[in-house]
């Protein structure tokens, strides 16, 4: 046997490998030449190295393969770690910027481009981690905007771009968990036009056109009751009669409207409608107080119609009260009626009874600028 190799490769005759098929070629030579009936010794020995060769040699694989698994989760913990990092630090940058945003100005309240660093949200994964930071973005975005109705009765963040927010954080699939967390007022607000396919619209206190349409919408059967009415009367006094009774079926229909289903004829026709100062339906009571200080503002007109003067005096509490008084205070409250409309947009009515008149009307279209 060559003994100048060190054992057992010495023996096998061959150098050190790590080829497992060299190994065995060796064992397979030098069995054939000293085979076990001759060479029981030779061949015991070569046996032994044999096994040796083989053992050191898995012995070696597994050692590298430990390491290398080591080393793999190590590596693994460190990207996890690094990751972990990177998500975290994603979240505080969308967190900083949707404060900054949200308290400033918005001067282009539909233009998109601003909100664009939310898109950064879906290199996020995990699932944890995306949870806490879609509720932290709608517990802030509600009550800006729920803030904002208390203050301007309108929204701050439009529903355009809080439909767009919600494709990006999916707050429909946290709702149930947000039903546990967050008031009825905020979940109706946020939700309300989530699932609709239609384009956004917009809820504010309505306007002087919105006003005026109304107006006009409630005008057109009281016209036509009047127009019907005026054919019974001589041709004389046709055009006073027609006013008469023009305004007289315009204050009864639309008391009786408004207390039968809480909304007139011409606030459904403009998508109009009566709310307290919670955004919830008014009360009949809320009703009945408004129209008495509107037929209180108005007396002077149904004394006209009822034909209650007399020489520039008005016929009250049985007798008759001079021009120059009942004049006085119908026109102050005209004044109030003016000025609170301008200061407040609202009605004199409006504000004693405690009520809102709130216009629903399509938001504008989304836009991307640089």
């Known amino acids: 046997m060559n003994q100048k190799r060190e054992y057992p490769w010495s023996t096998l005759e061959i150098d050190e490998t790590d080829d ?9 030579v030098l069995i054939k030449e000293y085979k076990p009936d001759e060479h029981p010794e030779e061949f015991q020995e070569i046996q032994e190295a044999y096994k040796q060769a083989i053992t050191s040699l898995t012995q070696e694989q597994n050692t590298a393969f430990k390491e290398d698994s080591i080393s793999t989760n190590l590596s693994k913990k460190t990207a996890l770690a690094q990751a972990s990092k990177d998500e975290s630090e994603i979240v505080e940058k969308i967190l900083l910027e949707m404060h900054s945003l949200v308290n400033d100005e918005l001067k282009e309240p539909y233009n998109l481009q601003p909100w664009r660093f939310i898109e950064t949200f879906k290199k996020i994964n995990d699932l944890d981690l995306k949870a806490q930071t879609a509720q932290k973005v709608f517990e802030l975005v509600a009550y800006t905007n729920i803030e904002h109705l208390n203050i301007k009765q309108s929204l701050k963040i439009p529903m355009t771009i809080i439909k767009y927010l919600n494709g990006v954080f999916d707050w429909q699939l946290y709702w149930k968990d947000y039903q546990k967390l967050f008031p009825e007022d905020v979940l109706n607000m946020m939700f309300s036009q989530l699932d609709n396919e239609e384009p956004a619209y917009k809820i504010g206190l309505i306007g002087y056109e919105g006003r005026l349409k109304c107006f006009v919408s409630d005008m057109y059967p009281s016209l036509l009751i009047a127009l019907i009415g005026n054919f019974f009367h001589e041709y004389g006094t046709l055009a006073f009669e027609f006013i008469k009774l023009a305004f007289l079926t315009f204050s009864i229909h639309r008391f009786i409207f408004e207390f039968l289903f809480l909304n007139s004829i011409g606030k459904l026709a403009n998508n ?11 009360s009949r009571i809320q009703i009945i107080i408004k129209h008495l200080v509107i037929n209180f503002t108005l007396f002077p007109m149904y004394a006209w119609i009822f034909d209650r003067f ?16 009942w004049s006085s205070f119908f026109w102050a409250l005209i004044f109030v009626n003016i000025i609170t409309l301008i200061t407040k947009k609202r009605f004199l009515h409006e504000i004693i009874s405690g009520i809102y008149v709130m216009h629903k009307e399509p938001e504008e279209k989304a836009i991307f600028t640089n």
């Open 310 to 325: 007399l020489n520039d005096k008005i016929f009250l509490f049985n007798e008759y009260i001079d021009y120059k008084y």
């Open 20 to 28: 497992k098929k060299a190994i065995k070629k060796a064992y397979a």
């Open 272 to 282: 109009a409608f009566l709310v307290n100062k919670h955004g919830e339906l008014v």
